[in-house]
């Protein structure tokens, strides 16, 4: 069975950082790729980063380029993401789904991911 564990989610003051923490088993870890998406309230879900865990490659929005770090401990199974200088338009539920069989990062959009952990919160106080 597929499962995606986030966590490491808080409060944080607008430019203070968090790490997130994604925990993935039931799959093969090293032939795919994990992602981060989040959702803000009343506000569609959105592609934040993407790594394969094959080549290491990555993927980032606009938004959080230069902010963000995704990166990986493959002996853990787990994925983390550094978030640096938070915005309040940071805030939403962050999650890191898989999308098992692709081993390249995809265009980061829903329909592309096909297992999602439940999130955990984010939120940044101005």
């Known amino acids: 069975e597929v499962q995606l564990v986030e966590s490491g989610g808080g409060l944080v003051q607008a430019g203070g950082s968090l790490r997130l923490s994604c925990a993935a088993s039931?799959?093969?870890?090293?032939?795919?790729?994990i992602a981060w998406f989040r959702q803000a309230p009343g506000k569609e879900r959105e592609g934040v980063s993407c790594?394969?865990?094959?080549?290491?490659?990555?993927k980032y929005a606009d938004s959080v380029k230069g902010r963000f770090t995704i990166s990986k401990v493959n002996t853990k199974n787990t994925v983390y993401l550094q978030m640096n200088s938070l915005k309040p338009e940071d805030i939403g539920v962050y999650y890191c789904?898989?999308?098992?069989?692709?081993?390249?990062?995809?265009?980061?959009?829903?329909?592309?991911?096909?297992?999602w952990g439940k999130g955990t919160l984010v939120t940044v106080s101005s």
């Open positions: 790594i394969s865990m094959s080549d290491s490659s990555t």
């Open positions: 039931g799959f093969g870890f090293e032939d795919n790729v």
């Open positions: 789904p898989t999308s098992v069989g692709i081993s390249k990062c995809p265009y980061l959009s829903v329909p592309n991911m096909n297992y």
